[in-house]
């Protein structure tokens, strides 16, 4: 029987071919870099990749994924992302991308424990009891699960603006703005938040770095 994973090697060829009709110098220009102004922190999950769902291009978006598109601190591989996007690649626009329906979110929701995720999952915790008042008042628990996901991505672009990799760049006049979006899974419609951070104002004076 043929291996499942062979299509994906057929859709690559396809793929190749498909740009190189449409400009036979695509992937030599695609090789001498990459020039992205947007650095995307999304979730894992395979129904929400970036390029697809914003209508882009290869070499347009950097992207970073994780479950339940988290910023926490202490987590090196998007901190190091996040320092090459901005110091390097020189991106003007942050977005934070969750998505309704979120896997991570409704389990971060009960008191089940799924193993090691546990771990991860806590951060989205510390967010409902942030907000717990307004959430506990949500008796639908999909529009309470909804409202949840809005604020974990809020609650993620504000990490962001609090690390020393963003304030050292508005520190040195760089123009760079965080945004939170949620995508829709079932309209493919994307829903901007009322959420902008670009500058160390946005955030509270413990959070401020002297730099």
């Not at 598109?69 to 090196?76: A, E, G, K, R, S």
Request: charged share 25%.
């Amino acid at each position: 029987m043929e291996k499942s994973y062979k299509r994906l090697i057929e859709g690559n060829r396809l793929f190749a071919l498909s740009k190189q009709f449409d400009d036979p110098e695509y992937f030599k220009k695609l090789s001498l870099g990459q020039t992205p102004e947007y650095l995307w922190v999304g979730c894992s999950d395979s129904r929400v990749p970036a390029n697809e769902i914003t209508g882009t291009e290869s070499g347009e978006i950097f992207v970073h994924r994780n479950i339940a598109n988290l910023v926490i601190h202490t987590d090196m591989n998007l901190m190091s992302v996040l320092e090459y996007a901005v110091n390097v690649l020189g991106v003007k626009q942050i977005i934070v991308c969750g998505h309704y329906g979120c896997g991570g979110v409704r389990a971060a929701m009960s008191n089940s424990s799924f193993g090691l995720v546990d771990n991860w999952l806590r951060n989205i915790k510390d967010v409902y009891h942030e907000h717990k008042k307004e959430l506990d008042e949500i008796t639908d628990l999909e529009k309470r699960t909804d409202r949840l996901t809005e604020l974990n991505v809020i609650d993620q672009a504000k990490n962001l603006a609090k690390t020393r990799i963003v304030q050292n760049a508005w520190q040195s006049g760089k123009k760079l703005e965080i945004h939170g979006w949620v995508y829709g899974m079932t309209s493919g419609l994307i829903k901007e938040l009322n959420t902008l951070y670009d500058e160390k104002g946005d955030i509270e004076n413990i959070y401020h770095y002297e730099i």
